[in-house]
């Protein structure tokens, strides 16, 4: 892992996604690093391309917390309790219909309500919503302040409204007003739903980061009725409001560096897998994000067309890229790669550098799993 003493850049606790009764993940806890190149591997299932799209929310999950950039784009620290909570109660209704003893429940009732409390009260440390003071011995209710913040939030809205109106009839510059505006309108929804106990970016937030969360996919997922150089120009000039000249001029330059500038006229349709891929890789670059997240980007393609893409990958990886690649491809995960985890039955159970991963792997699981596939 690179030494780094700031806050990482992208920070996952106890994710857990569902698709009805299936669990997919079970408590993913990990910290990516600024400049980390993070290879995911695991058997066909195991739940690896679904973290990465709980990770841009392509995929919302069903509890735990993402932070991007320090910023909170999801967080339920409410519902793994609660269902816990549910479940006790059920519990005792049916020991109580049998007769039987039903202390030893309620015992369990009062620990989860005590560690619900903890929970809100912890979330409002994290907001500084409270000061330490006030959180080593909590005093009042918690949605009282969740309210009491919201309304704060609310006039300082009002006020800069008004300060907004008074810039603009002096002809000054007002974008400081709206960028204070935006955050204060993050913050209130943000508020909102922590009052109910699930935070989530507001759409318009959550749109926001994605700019600056780059995606890969198995099938490139690029628009047949636009030629190259519009596929990759058009989420840059429609989202970042970049003037066409400087996204076409980025653009070639992006398609030169993985040798596809004179095909940027042509149609996805002219291109081989292998240089769709490269294409969508390009596209993704054109956003200039801050991490770039591949789902199986070699899955798709002719073996001969496998080292082309890997190459971009390699060469993205020396230029500092944060990268987060679910992949197949071993040699890949040993040579760039500076982690690998591995992902079994919805939760990490073996991270590590590459040669010690490889070399002495230490859970069994993973010990079977690399037996089979080097």
């Given at each position: 892992m690179i030494e780094n003493n700031q806050a990482p850049?992208?920070?996952?606790k106890e994710l857990k996604k569902d698709f009805g009764e299936n669990k997919v993940l079970r408590g993913v806890n990990i910290d990516i690093n600024k400049g980390d190149v993070v290879a995911v591997i695991g058997p066909s299932g195991c739940g690896k391309s679904t973290f990465l799209r709980c990770l841009n929310l392509l995929e919302e999950p069903t509890s735990g917390e993402i932070v991007f950039n320090n910023n909170v784009i999801f967080r339920d620290h409410k519902t793994a309790t609660k269902n816990k909570i549910k479940q006790v109660k059920k519990q005792m209704r049916e020991a109580k219909h049998?007769?039987?003893?039903?202390?030893?429940?309620?015992?369990?009732?009062?620990m989860l309500n005590d560690v619900l409390e903890a929970e809100n009260?912890?979330?409002?440390?994290t907001l500084r919503l409270v000061d330490n003071d006030e959180m080593e011995k909590p005093q009042g209710d918690?949605?009282?302040?969740?309210?009491k913040y919201q309304a704060e939030t609310k006039v300082k809205i009002k006020e800069t409204k008004k300060q907004i109106r008074i810039a603009e009839s002096k002809g000054e510059d007002i974008t400081p007003y709206k960028e204070q505006i935006e955050k204060?309108?993050?913050?209130?929804?943000?508020?909102?739903s922590e009052e109910r106990g699930i935070a989530r970016a507001s759409k318009k937030n959550i749109n926001k980061h994605r700019q600056k969360i780059g995606m890969v996919f198995q099938q490139f997922n690029l628009f047949p009725h636009m030629t190259i150089l519009k596929n990759i120009t058009?989420?840059?000039?429609?989202?970042?409001k970049m003037p066409k000249a400087q996204a076409k001029a980025l653009a070639l330059d992006l398609l030169d560096k993985v040798g596809l500038k004179d095909r940027a006229n042509d149609y996805p349709s002219a291109l081989?897998?292998?240089q769709k891929q490269r294409v969508a890789i390009v596209r993704s670059l054109a956003m200039e994000p801050d991490v770039i997240l591949f789902d199986e980007p070699t899955s798709a393609l002719d073996p001969e067309m496998v080292g082309e893409v890997l190459n971009v990958m390699t060469e993205l990886a020396k230029s500092g890229m944060t990268m987060v690649v679910v992949t197949h491809e071993m040699g890949f995960a040993r040579e760039v790669a500076n982690r690998v985890i591995f992902i079994d039955e919805g939760v990490i159970k073996e991270e590590n550098n590459p040669k010690d991963f490889f070399e002495y792997p230490q859970n069994p699981r993973l010990v079977d799993f690399l037996s089979k596939v080097l």
């Open positions: 850049l992208i920070r996952v049998k007769g039987e003893n039903v202390e030893e429940y309620k015992e369990k009732l009062i009260w912890e979330f409002l440390r918690v949605n009282a302040i969740f309210k204060l309108k993050s913050d209130y929804v943000l508020q909102k058009l989420a840059p000039t429609k989202l970042k081989s897998g292998g």
